[in-house]
Each structure stands twice: as C-alpha cells, then as structure tokens.
C-alpha cells in the first residue's frame, strides 16, 4: 500500500507540531510505491477547520508559498524537502485546526497527514473565549498561587543592579524579548497550544480589560475577577491578590505615541535602531504609567501584575513590526543594533544577557532567578544563554535558526 511518512523537524512530548510563519523543512518520504515506478506525483495541501489557520508551502525557504504543491516522491523512498509556513494573515486557534494533507496527483487518495497549528502571538482582545481560557489556566498553574515557576520571572525584573540590565540602554528590548520568551516557554510546557498575546496599548481593549480576562481594578485599586476566574488565587506578593490603578478601563485609550508615531520619526520610519530604541519612554514607559497607579507602574513591582507580560508583549511587537518594515534582521548590520560604545554590561552587541548567562560577580548581578533561558521541542535558538545578538533575527530571516514565535500581524519576509 502506497504512503507518504510526513516528518517535522521538532514535535513536542505529545508528538505534535507547531509552525509560525516562518517556514521549517518537512521530510516526505514515499514508502509501498508499485513495482517499476520512478516515482509518484503527489499534491501537498492544507486541510483547515472553520476559522482556522492555513499553509503555505514551497520547495525553497521563501516567503513566497504557496496553498499548494506539486511534487514527484522517489519509489526507492528518497526523502524530499518541502517548506512548510503558516499563510500570512491565517493564524490556528486550536491545535489540528490545520492538517497537512499528501495526496496522489491521480485519483486524490490520501497518501499522509500530519495535524498542526500556525501558533502566533495575537492581539489579547481578539482572542477566542477558548484561546483566553487556555492562557489563563496555563498562566495561573505558572503562578501556583504563589508557589510555581513565576516566581522567577517576578524576581528577574527587580531594581538594584538587575535593573541596569533590563533598562536604560540598548539592551532594553534584547533583553525583554528573551524574558518574554522565557516565559512563554514556561507556558507552554503546560500548554503547548498556548501564545503570549498582547495589549495594543494605543487603541480601547474592552475585552482585555474585562472581569473575565485580565480583571479591573475597584475603588481601593483592587482587581476583581469573575465567578470561578483561574487567577482568582493569583500570589505574587506575600497574600493573594493584585493592585493596579483605574486609569485604564474597557473603553480608555492611554495617551502615548501611536503605532505609526512609535515607527516613525519626522514622518518616515526609523532610520536605526539607534533612534527607535527611544520608544523604551513613550510609548512604553507611559503605558506602564497610564495605569496610574499600582505595581505595573514601578520597574521592581511591575511583573506582580499579569498585565505587564502583555503590555511587554506589545513593545516586542512594536520593535518586531519595526524590523519587519525597515528589513533590519541582521546583527551585523549597525541600523539593526547600536554599535557598542558607552554602554555598561548587557547593553552591548556581543553581551550575554542576565540572568541566563555567567559571569555572576561584579559589575553584573551576583545572582541568577530561573537559571538558564528555558529550552523548547520547537527550536535550538537562541540557546540557554542568549547574547543581545541572538535576540535581533528572531525569525531566522539572515540565519538558519528562528526562535518559534511571531506576531499574528508581523509576515515572515524573505
């Protein structure tokens, strides 16, 4: 009997597979062919459930997919590559939304398949109720009413000597892209189907900003939540609970720069890094602050609230739209990072990031919360100790290693 073996590169525990839009290579290999044959025609397509994502495929790693493929499989069982991405703009909403289909060019029969999902970071009030629940959930078993893994990530953003390296300079949006990226890892090695969504802080979120999401804040800034909310026992700081300021609500659009001011300058987009990186006081410092009051407000307190890991989300997807529009993927590229001059540890080209690097003595911080940046079934990259570099081409758009994220409106390009 005639099948086609459709191998991933990476499968998580579960032997299920993840892209993004960025393409990664499949294995077909053709087993069972009839006596006497070359090789078989066969057509690769995507099977996609109702408002769920799509692929694209193409011989080359390219941007250029396309929903289908023709390709002649080897009877002596070859392996042939084909390279398999998320079609830009249709992102899953589920794992198995999408299924990979090989079928016979003569007579359509269903040679092999692989179930997947196109997971993306998305924006945080577009979610799904099932999307939502499922970051919740997997955000309040990382929390542990106190007790789990975020404590780590609640200890890495503190002041004193780890703050001059989260802030202040050129590794600003370096180093907080690998925090975020550390803990989207956490997330999803308890939900793999799981994605860090974003706040977009310049437009009204009233979904996010709901009792049945992110909570809002009462007279005493207090969030409430409603009936049976997975971050009911939310614990970050001694008892349960969290404080933040009312200035955002459902309808409230924060006064900060917008999308296109924080892309542009003098009304073009940035020219370097060396400019757009300014975008760490507005738009982002004021988002911080547009709160009010309450810990999201203060550097040391900011990661006690859930809220901060979206709003950060969101900075990450301003520079990756950035990289997007002004093609400047490359490390080696000075636009694409600001040459290392005057800046202290951690805010340099070639420096590696803390906490999930040595040395731990002076002038970097002598300790380390969480260790080593958290591995992933998906990708290699950037490794367990990531430098500012390896945090520039996170799309694998120069290099060959990507690190499985993207944003559901920023496209691979290639």
């Known amino acids: 009997m005639v099948n086609v073996s459709v191998k991933f590169p990476s499968y998580d525990s579960q032997g299920r597979a993840f892209v993004t839009w960025r393409p990664v290579e499949v294995k077909l290999t053709l087993a069972g062919a009839p006596a006497g044959a070359s090789n078989v025609p066969v057509t690769v397509s995507a099977k996609s459930s109702a408002g769920g994502g799509a692929l694209a495929f193409a011989t080359t790693l390219t941007h250029l997919g396309t929903p289908s493929i023709n390709l002649n499989l080897p009877a002596n069982g070859a392996p042939v590559s084909v390279w398999v991405g998320g079609l830009y703009p249709k992102a899953s909403a589920s794992y198995g939304d999408v299924v990979l289909e090989v079928r016979a060019a003569a007579g359509n029969q269903l040679l092999g398949s692989q179930a997947l999902m196109v997971r993306v970071r998305k924006n945080a009030d577009d979610l799904t109720a099932a999307e939502r629940d499922r970051f919740l959930s997997a955000l309040a078993t990382l929390n542990g009413s106190g007790t789990g893994r975020y404590t780590s990530f609640r200890d890495m953003h503190v002041g004193g000597p780890p703050d001059l390296e989260a802030h202040g300079g050129p590794g600003f949006l370096p180093w907080h892209r690998a925090y975020l990226l550390d803990f989207e890892r956490e997330l999803q090695a308890i939900d793999a189907s799981v994605s860090l969504p974003y706040w977009r802080f310049d437009k009204a979120a009233p979904n996010l900003f709901s009792r049945a999401f992110i909570g809002l804040p009462d007279s005493l800034n207090r969030v409430q939540f409603s009936a049976g909310h997975p971050l009911l026992g939310w614990v970050a700081f001694g008892a349960a609970g969290i404080q933040r300021g009312r200035g955002v609500g459902p309808t409230t659009v924060p006064a900060l720069f ?78 694409s990072f600001t040459p290392a001059a005057g800046f202290p540890p951690g805010h340099r080209l070639n420096d590696a990031l803390w906490p999930w690097c040595g040395p731990l003595a002076a002038p970097r911080p002598t300790t380390a919360p969480g260790g080593t940046l958290a591995a992933s079934p998906m990708t290699a990259a950037p490794g367990l100790s990531p430098k500012c570099r390896d945090m520039i081409d996170y799309l694998g758009t120069v290099a060959a290693a990507h690190q499985a994220f993207a944003y559901d409106d920023v496209p691979f390009q290639k």
């Open 258 to 335: 917008s999308e296109a001011q924080t892309l542009n300058t003098g009304g073009s987009l940035h020219a370097s890094y060396s400019t757009f990186r300014n975008m760490q006081g507005n738009p982002h410092g004021s988002a911080h602050m547009s709160h009010g009051s309450g810990w999201i407000t203060s550097p040391p307190t900011a990661p006690r609230d859930p809220v901060f890991f979206l709003l950060h989300c969101n900075v990450d997807r301003l520079w990756a739209k950035w990289q997007w529009a002004a093609k400047l993927h490359d490390p080696a590229d000075p636009r």
